[in-house]
Structure formats: C-alpha cells, structure tokens
Nanobody
C-alpha cells in the first residue's frame, strides 16, 4: 500500500500564489506518473497537471503558464506551484501517484480558495 499526504492549501487573494506538496510513502517499488486533479463544487474532477518519472509534464489549458508541476524522485514527492491564482481555481486539489506494480493512489485532498 501507498499513502499520499498533501499539504499547502489555503485561502489566497486573486493574483496570489500557493505551493502544494504531496509526499508518497509505504511500499514503493517505482512511481511512474504523479500529478494533481481538482474538483470544484458542483463540477466534475478534472486533470490539472501530471509529471512522469523522467520529468515530462502535461497541463490543463486553463492553468498553462500559471502553474508549474515538479517532483523530487528521491523523496517521492510532487509539487504544484500555483501563480496568478483566479477565483475559478477554487477547488479541492487531489494528488495522485501511479505505482508501477500496485496501481494508482490518491491523497486526501487539500482545499484551495481564491477570494478577496
């Protein structure tokens, strides 16, 4: 089993920044992709950003140029730097990790609220 613990959410004004972190622990042989999804009230969960073990990244169009995903493979940790935040970025952000032999695991979710 793999556990994911996320942190870094909170309340920020429009135009502000936040950095989310998510650390994986437990029985880990190899983690392939890691990333973030988000779910706003009344909406479906959507992909925000992903990163492979080799560092290749993919972003939702709505966050390109504002968000940056990165990871520390030695620490099994993924980060999401969020800049120029907008009210429409308000959501619960969920990290995930794809372990090569046991499957995909999700974090508990962290609330991000962008409001003045």
């Amino acid at each position: 089993q793999v556990q994911l613990v996320g942190s870094g959410g909170g309340l920020v004004q429009p135009g502000g920044s936040l950095r989310l972190s998510c650390a994986a622990s437990g029985t880990i042989f190899k983690i392939n992709a890691m990333g973030w999804h988000r779910q706003a009230p009344g909406k479906q969960r959507e992909l925000v950003a992903t990163i492979t073990s080799g560092g290749n990244t993919n972003y939702a169009d709505s966050v390109k140029g504002r968000f940056t995903i990165s990871r520390d493979n030695a620490k099994n940790t993924v980060y999401l730097q969020m800049n120029s935040l907008k009210p429409e970025d308000t959501a619960v952000y969920y990290c995930y990790a794809n372990e090569a032999y046991t499957g995909t695991y999700w974090g508990q979710g962290t609330q991000v609220t962008v409001s003045s």
